[in-house]
């Protein structure tokens, strides 16, 4: 259904998921990216072969748009789209805090579709999160198909978009954070940093997969690893004095609650 994809906007975004798509899922004549710098559209074109201009003279040729502009530049961007995009073409938009009935009212006709990926995006392992509405119910099956070739995707209810956003949006850069931890630890402990780093990053990667492909609780999975009276236990000793899962815990709730202002 979809074999046509155009992007307005040729962000750090748009690049991450036209390096995903592009020769792998699309071939590059499939690509089309309006972007107003004409020094980034030569970039794009250069590093991957799509078309790319500063005007968006491709809608009626593409099957799926994707809207990946800044916040700021949402409502101009949509107003300039207003009465140009087929009735047949796709809309999703990765705008955080913008109501899929806010984009409706330009384009009351168009299945459209709100899209919350992450930084992942850019190495094809993004989590992303997908709202329909209800023109778009039928094109479910093709909008996971398309956010999948870049990670996971799963269809949420709107109104859990801010927690989405506070979990899996800003999750990097927790994980980020505890990765530098991890390897502070292992220096700490005689360790040379490049070494640490390594072993906390796939350290993560590893937990992560066994998590998403063994389908057990995690703390199943944690009960593997801690022995009685063993190394893990206390460290899992020490973080839970320390209020780890807490923060954690906290800080998702933190940046939902943020994302609920936007």
Not at 18 to 35: L, Q, S, T, W
Not at 106 to 133: D, G, H
Request: proline share 4%; net charge negative; with cysteine.
């Amino acid at each position: 259904m979809i074999h046509k994809v155009g992007f307005i906007g040729g962000g750090a975004l748009a690049e991450s998921i036209v390096r995903g798509i592009c020769g792998k899922v699309f071939a590059p004549n499939d690509i089309f990216i309006a972007e107003i710098r004409p020094e980034r559209c030569e970039e794009l074109i250069t590093r991957y072969g799509v078309n790319a201009s500063t005007q968006a003279d491709f809608l009626d040729a593409i099957d799926l748009l994707i809207v990946a502009v800044k916040p700021k530049d949402a409502e101009k961007t949509f107003a300039a789209l207003q009465g140009k995009v087929p009735t047949s073409t796709i809309i999703t938009y990765t705008i955080a805090g913008l109501k899929l009935a806010s984009v409706e009212e330009a384009f009351p006709a168009n299945k459209i579709v709100r899209i919350m990926p992450n930084v992942a995006v850019s190495v094809a392992e993004s989590m992303t999160a997908y709202t329909l509405n209800e023109r778009a119910a039928q094109v479910g099956d093709a909008i996971k198909k398309f956010w999948s070739t870049l990670g996971r995707a799963v269809e949420v209810e709107e109104r859990l978009m801010d927690a989405v956003t506070g979990l899996s949006g800003s999750g990097p850069a927790y994980a980020f954070l505890m990765i530098d931890a991890l390897s502070d630890g292992g220096v700490a402990a005689g360790l040379p940093r490049a070494q640490a780093l390594e072993l906390a990053a796939q350290t993560l990667l590893g937990a992560a997969k066994m998590v998403l492909q063994s389908g057990e609780h995690p703390d199943a999975l944690r009960d593997k690893v801690t022995s009685p009276a063993g190394t893990t236990i206390e460290g899992v000793r020490v973080l839970e004095r320390g209020g780890f899962r807490s923060s954690l815990i906290e800080a998702v709730l933190a940046a939902t609650e943020k994302s609920k202002t936007l």
